[in-house]
């Protein structure tokens, strides 16, 4: 049900947004957010709009990626400015019903993952 896109092969310095598309009139008020995996390490938290509002990041991208979320399209995107080799991970946009924003096993719903690889 979510579709994430815009991932690729960057330098480190550049950017790159990332998109995630739902079905029109899902996930009304739902927290989404963004993880990402990098080979042989856990999915991690890395931006979020929680489900009773706010807006959270980790630490390790704050001032670096931003999120927004356009209604009239239902899309969640991540832009990454600055980006750095240690960015490099699939990303995965999620959905949930919980008041949790930084925790993977709390998201219900998972897009498919889109490559982000930043070269140095």
């Known amino acids: 049900q979510l579709q994430a896109s815009g991932g690729g092969l960057v330098q480190a310095g550049g950017s790159l947004t990332l998109s995630c598309a739902a079905p029109a009139r899902t996930f009304i008020n739902a927290g989404q957010g963004w993880f990402r995996q990098a080979p042989g390490k856990e999915r991690e938290f890395v931006a979020a709009?929680?489900?009773?509002?706010?807006?959270y990041y980790a630490t390790s991208v704050k001032n670096r990626f931003t999120i927004s979320r356009d209604n009239t399209k239902n899309t969640v995107r991540l832009q990454m400015n600055s980006l750095k080799p240690e960015d490099t991970a699939v990303y995965y946009c999620a959905a949930a019903y919980s008041r949790s924003y930084d925790n993977p096993a709390d998201y219900q719903y998972w897009g498919q993952g889109t490559q982000v690889t930043v070269s140095s």
């Open positions: 709009f929680g489900w009773g509002g706010g807006i």
